[in-house]
């Protein structure tokens, strides 16, 4: 059976609504989906009613920004309840952070001569602000996008010539991740806050791609899995070589974790290329995917959530 447990919205750096991510999945032939949005549930409700409308099952999604001992790291959560309220009082406080954060470098910018209404581009939005969309209203000034482009020139050498137009990590690269102007961070969850939330919102977590920048470093899933965070580690998934998802499946094994797998699917890639996302070329079929089931058919047995002050 196919399925595709991770897939990005509006609501946070993904270009679909949750509805168009439905439809996309229904194309695609997927029987069970989750919508796991960075650090927010906000398109949780769109989706599930789209899904129902097209027979998919539709699995409580979230996908978290989390530092653990100093690392940082991407968990994947599933099946929780998506009212619990300390739970949405640990996500509200991480937008918040995202958004004084993002606002301090968009500040930042419009001093070193960018052409930038701060306030206009933080109110386009309502949720997480991505990196990705957040540097798209940035340069939708053209007079922003050529400083860019002037800015790249001049540091390379006279005999290099740039390439336009500019890819969008170089893009993100000047406004965002520049040494003189300062580096926005996303909002990072403590792991130990969220061993306590889960133990009230309930579901299951996993780690999130480890393989993508080499997550295994150091024993990473064993200490996850040895300090109770983590429950199933993500096989499948389009960042992963043929040896991650080897080892992944090792790993999966080794320490009795559940294996999952998605797409990451953000948006369809522009320039008319015949590979247009993920799901041109890798699917996830559950076959391959070992105690799976454990959150395809998971029985919901929340705690009352406890009001909090």
């Known amino acids: 059976m196919l399925i595709d447990l ?26 069970v989906a989750a919508l796991t949005d960075h650090n927010t549930t906000a398109g949780l409700k769109e989706f599930k009613i789209a899904a129902k409308k097209e027979k998919i099952k539709t699995i409580t999604g979230l996908e978290l920004y989390v530092k653990y001992k100093n690392k940082n790291i991407n968990l994947l959560w599933y099946n929780f309840d998506e009212n619990n309220l300390k739970l949405q009082k640990l996500l509200e406080g991480s937008r918040r952070r995202r958004f004084l954060a993002a606002k301090n ?24 602000i991505p990196v990705n969309r957040l540097g798209d209203k940035v340069i939708e000034n053209k007079y922003n996008y050529n400083l860019i482009v002037k800015k790249i020139k001049e540091r390379m050498p006279k005999k290099v010539k740039l390439i336009l137009p500019l890819r969008e990590e ?10 003189n102007i300062g580096r926005l961070n996303e909002s990072y969850i403590d792991a130990e806050r969220l061993i306590k939330i889960k133990k009230d919102a309930g579901g299951q977590v996993v780690f999130c791609h480890p393989g993508r920048y080499n997550k295994y470093a150091k024993n990473m899933t064993e200490k996850l899995k040895a300090a109770g965070i983590i429950d199933g580690i993500e096989i499948l998934s389009p960042h992963h070589s043929i040896g991650s998802i080897m080892y992944s ?54 705690k009352k959530s406890k009001k909090v002050i």
């Open 6 to 31: 991770q897939l990005h919205s509006r609501f946070s750096d993904g270009y679909l609504t949750p509805a168009e991510l439905v439809k996309f999945a229904k194309e695609r032939q997927v029987k």
């Open 105 to 128: 470098i968009l500040i930042k910018l419009k001093k070193i001569g960018y052409k930038i209404d701060v306030e206009k581009i933080l109110a386009s939005f309502d949720n997480y």
């Open 170 to 179: 170089d893009v993100l690269k000047e406004l965002f991740f520049n040494k």
């Open 249 to 302: 499946q090792f790993l999966s094994e080794k320490l009795d974790l559940i294996a999952t797998g998605g797409s990451d699917f953000h948006r369809f890639e522009e320039g008319g290329f015949l590979i247009n996302d993920a799901w041109d070329w890798f699917k996830v079929d559950t076959r391959y995917l070992r105690r799976i089931d454990e959150i395809i058919n998971y029985k919901k047995d929340f």
